[in-house]
């Protein structure tokens, strides 16, 4: 858990904007609710000394990325960079090609906590050998580095992911829509809305655990393009598949609706639960969904889900998520924290457009 400046910021990121999100997150309920990562995404470098040692910006990060780790770290906080297996970053930044050994012990010395690393310009690079390659080069800093997988999917990183990095996207970018689908103008990959990356991650479920995560890419709660009956759905979604949960707008400045959506540690709960098991849709009725995920305690917590465009009945049954229909089980909903008694064989609620009713389901 934590929060990457790209989804909001782009390439305006700087260290007063980094110090600031730090300085949110630590007292404004994040780091209390789990969040961890500070993670600047693209356009911290611009270049490399003789030496070929990456350069940062020095009119944005004027006292230099080491100083403004061990601020990050001085909040009780851990701090991000990112880089690209290619010539050059997404936006043209140096990339790390020819260069991971070097870069990685760069980013250990400077204290870094985690990488993402993009697939822009990689040319004819094959993806598992670019990935490994900076996977050891990290591994023999000797500092543990979280390492993050960015190759959109394309390769099937959830293939052989494992032992690599300890999470890989699945698709191309979300934006901050319901729905949208978009070639990048390079026809290398792609941009989607958030349902549209949510079905692109049936049949991926079993693929993920515990230090080896299936990525549908950061939040994009808060940034103003989806209704918060949305937003809560992207949240509940994100919880379930046990996604890694990369807050995306601006944290310093969020309405309460927002806050108290990505600070709902009843839903954290569930993303976070120790048996690390990714939900999965068990049913599908047209525009009406159920979605379950396994929890280690036996119980399951389960989304209904509307896409139509009025509010409707939603129904789990026992057999869906895989009990015996006579099993009496408590219902709690995880947004009204509040216990709907016990029920036995079923449970249906009334769902809003284009939202969930996300419960947990304990025998
Ligand atoms: C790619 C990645 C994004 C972001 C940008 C930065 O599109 O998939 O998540 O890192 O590059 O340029």
């Keep these: ?13 700087s260290e007063d904007l980094i110090k600031s999100v730090a300085d949110a997150m630590a007292s404004n309920g994040m780091k209390d609710a789990g969040y961890q990562y500070v993670v600047i995404d693209d356009c911290w470098q611009v270049s490399r000394d003789d030496g ?7 009119q944005r990060f004027p006292s230099g990325i080491k100083a403004l ?13 990112y880089s690209d297996a290619g010539s050059k970053t997404c936006q043209g930044r140096p990339g790390s090609q020819g260069h991971e050994f070097q870069d990685a012990l760069q980013y250990a010395r400077w204290g870094a906590d985690y990488l993402k690393y993009d697939w822009c310009n990689t040319e004819t690079r094959n993806a598992q050998e670019a990935y490994s390659t900076m996977s050891r080069a990290l591994l023999d800093t000797g500092h543990p580095i979280v390492f993050s997988m960015c190759e959109w999917g394309t390769a099937k990183p959830w293939l052989w992911g494992k032992g ?13 829509k319901w729905t949208s689908k978009k ?32 990525d549908p890419d950061m939040l994009e709660v808060g940034n103003g393009g989806m209704t918060i009956p949305e937003y809560r759905a992207h949240f509940s979604f994100w919880a379930l598949l046990a996604a890694p949960l990369m807050a995306g707008n601006d944290i310093r400045s969020m ?7 990505l600070t709902n540690t009843e839903v954290i709960g569930i993303n976070q639960d120790r048996l690390g098991r990714e939900g999965r ?8 969904e159920v979605w379950s995920k396994s929890l280690a305690d036996g119980s399951r917590a389960v989304i209904l889900f509307n896409r139509q465009a009025s509010e409707t009945e939603v129904k789990v049954t026992w057999e869906d998520i895989g009990y015996p229909a006579h099993l009496s089980a408590r219902v709690r909903d995880l947004w009204a ?16 457009s284009h939202s969930v009713v996300m419960v947990k389901i304990a025998p």
């Design 69 to 81: 780790a061990d601020y990050v770290h001085s909040k009780g906080l851990k701090f991000g960079l």
């Design 164 to 176: 690599i990095g300890n999470l890989w996207r699945t698709t191309g970018d979300i934006s901050d």
């Design 1 to 13: 858990m934590g929060w990457n400046s790209w989804n909001k910021f782009a390439c305006n990121v």
């Design 183 to 214: 070639k990048w103008a390079d026809g290398t990959c792609c941009e989607y809305g958030m349902v549209d990356i949510l079905d692109l991650q049936v049949g991926l479920e079993s693929f993920a655990g515990p230090g080896h995560w299936n």
């Design 337 to 352: 924290h509040r216990d709907l008694g016990a029920s036995t064989g079923s449970f249906s609620a009334r769902v809003a």
């Design 255 to 261: 309405s309460p609706e927002i806050k108290e959506i």
């Design 52 to 58: 070929g040692n990456i350069v940062a910006d020095s």
């Design 281 to 288: 849709r068990v049913k599908k009725e047209g525009e009406l």
